[in-house]
Every structure is written in C-alpha cells, then in structure tokens.
C-alpha cells in the first residue's frame, strides 16, 4: 500500500513535563487516514496533518453511533527504540468489531503497515519516562450522508497519537471500583465483545454516579441474572480467591481484552493456571468475608494492571518489562517500529 504523506508546516512543541500529561489531552502533528466506500473498496492511504474533521450533519455516525475503535501503546525502549504490544491482536479485534457493525474489514498487513509508518514519523513524540508511552486510537466511522438506518456504504478510518501517562489520577496505586447493580454495559447477542463508542456511551450513567461516590470506575454485572462479574470500564478483572487465579470467561458481553489474554498467557507460562469461569458477585463477596479473596486486578492498555498486590505487582513489573522492552520478550509480542 502507498501510503502518501503530507507533512504538518507547522509542528507543535512537545511536552517537556511527562508528568503532567495525564491521558489523552495532547496530540501529535498528524494523523493517518483512509476511506472506503461499497464502490471503490478501501483507497487514499494518507498521513495528513493534525486537523479538525468536517462531516455533513446526516452522517451515519451523529445518528446511529456506527462507531469502532481500538487502543494500543508505542513504547519507548531504554535503547531509543520504539516498538509496539501485540498490534496484530488490536488489528484483529477491530476487524471483528468492524463485523459486528457491519462497518468494512481490513486487510491486516496494511493497517500493520499503516500503524508502523505513522508511529514511524510520529516517533518523536513517545515520552521515555518511566510508565509513559504514546497511546495509539486507530477509529472508525460510517460516513453515508442520509438518515437511512442500514449498513453504511461509506467510511473514514483514522489513527491519532497521544502522548499519555498513567489513566487513572491514583497513578499506579490501587483504584476504587463499584459494583455497578442498576444498569447493565451488554448484553449476550449485542455488542459487548465489540470495541465500538455505544457501549461506552451507554456505560457513563453508571460512572457518573460510581465518581460522585468516590469511586474510579464501575464492576459491571452480566446483563441477565445481574449475578455475574464481567468487566471494569475499561479493564478486564482478575481475582486470586483462596489460591486460585478466576477472571470471568469470555461469554459474548465482555471485551476480549490484550492485556488479559497477555497475563494468562504470562501466568500459563510459569505454570500457574487461569480459571475462565463465570464468577458470581455472592462468591466475591463471601470470598471477602471470609478472607479468601487474596488479591484483586484490573487490566488494560490504558490502565495497565491496577491496583497492585503481590501477584499484580509481579505481572505488572513483567507485562510492563516487556512493554517497554526491558524484559527479554520470549513470546515475540512486540513489534519494533
Ligand atoms: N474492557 C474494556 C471495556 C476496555 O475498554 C478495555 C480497554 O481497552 C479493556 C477491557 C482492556 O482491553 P485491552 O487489554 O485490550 O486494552
Ligand atoms: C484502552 O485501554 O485502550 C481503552 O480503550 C480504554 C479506554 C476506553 C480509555
């Protein structure tokens, strides 16, 4: 793919306080783009300047949210080498979200290649501090420019930078999470396994009011019996609960996440074993009550693994040691820029 390259005049300066930057408030000099209609297929690769989007007030996305995204870090090596976690597991999971929305698919070694030559020139812009990185949003939307409901014929896929810190404001120490028992983020059948703006959209009620009472962010409960444990905001769960390790199976309302898949692996790999198993919010309880409930994890892209206690920390220190390529990484998880 050619992807044709149009460079900012006017580049900005680049943060000098990394501790400052907080989490996806600043962003970088360009960003990539590229169409798709049903006639011509995907065309015009191009990494344009940073800019504010026009779109005609009808299209599809201001009215019926046919909206997808994916999250994923560049890192800055202790060598000055960039490199990239796992791309080729968000290139996936948004060509499956892409499917659920019936929003068009990529082919996967171009959108590589699209992912690779922007960090390439972005590169600058990845924060070498420790626990900072350049956060990548690759997202897309439907685009047909009429109030007809059904499958688009027109879209736009965009990719922007932003230099980020740590996602919640406790840094990397341990969050307060709410067990959210009013409203529901998915449903089996919908569109929870999907990234898509909908179900973020639909899960702020509950944020809201867990911030109000102090908390970060909100436990979600499975959307039928509103018994089983699924998700955070924007984490997958792990728990240690006399022993043994349980985060909730993949059941169709959860998001598969990278970095939750990265720490069974992680942990299968040392011979420990991950339970995939539905996990009740009575069995949580009772395991806190009766002490059993030795450890409890969030994990994210953005979030990284939070809070941390003896075994967080040591899957924090060895996801992030890989990350940012202080560890060697014997599973091949990264792709260097
Ligand atoms: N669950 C939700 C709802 C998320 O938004 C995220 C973040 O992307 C995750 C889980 C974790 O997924 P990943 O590890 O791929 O970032
Ligand atoms: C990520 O971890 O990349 C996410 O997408 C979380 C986000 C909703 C801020």
Redesign the pocket.
């Known amino acids: 793919m050619d992807i044709k390259v149009t460079l900012n005049p006017n580049p900005k300066a680049k943060p000098t306080d990394s501790s400052a930057l907080g989490f996806g408030k600043i962003f970088t000099d360009h960003m990539f783009r590229w169409s798709w209609n049903s006639e011509e297929g995907w065309h015009d690769p191009r990494i344009v300047p940073f800019e504010r989007l026009s779109i005609h007030p009808a299209s599809t996305v201001l009215h019926y949210g046919s909206e997808i995204f ?3 870090k560049a890192y800055r090596r202790a060598d000055g080498k960039v490199q990239l976690f796992r791309p080729i ?2 290139i996936r ?1 948004m060509n499956n979200s892409a499917e659920r929305l019936c929003l068009p698919q990529m082919p996967e070694e171009d959108f590589m290649q699209a992912l690779i030559e922007f960090v390439r020139l972005e590169q600058d812009w990845t924060p070498s501090d420790k626990g900072t990185s350049l956060y990548l949003r690759p997202f897309m939307f439907g685009d047909d420019e009429s109030l007809g409901v059904h499958a688009v014929h027109n879209a736009e896929f965009i990719i922007i930078a932003s230099p980020v810190g740590s996602y919640y404001k406790e840094g990397l120490n341990p969050v307060k999470i709410m067990i959210e028992d009013q409203d529901v ?1 998915a449903v089996r059948g919908g569109t929870g396994y999907a ?1 898509c703006g909908g ?2 959209a639909a ?1 702020n009620r509950a944020g809201e009011r867990a911030e109000q009472q102090g908390y970060s962010q909100v436990l979600w409960l499975d959307g039928v019996e509103r018994k089983y444990i699924e ?6 769960v792990m728990f240690k609960i006399n022993g043994e390790i349980v985060t909730p199976k993949l059941t169709g309302s ?9 720490c069974i692996e992680l942990l299968q790999s040392e011979g420990i074993e991950v339970s995939e198993r539905l996990l009740s919010v009575d069995e949580l309880a009772q395991a806190m009550t009766d002490g059993t409930l030795e450890e409890a994890w969030g ?5 990284v693994i939070s809070p941390i206690g003896e075994l967080s920390q040591h899957l924090y220190d060895t996801v992030t040691g890989i990350q940012w390529g202080e560890i060697e990484d014997k599973f091949g998880w990264t792709v260097e820029v």
């Open positions: 994916e999250g994923l597991e968000n999971r983020r990234k179900n973020y899960s998700e955070v905001g924007a984490m997958n959860i998001l598969p996440g990278i970095t939750r898949k990265s994990c994210g892209t953005a979030a």
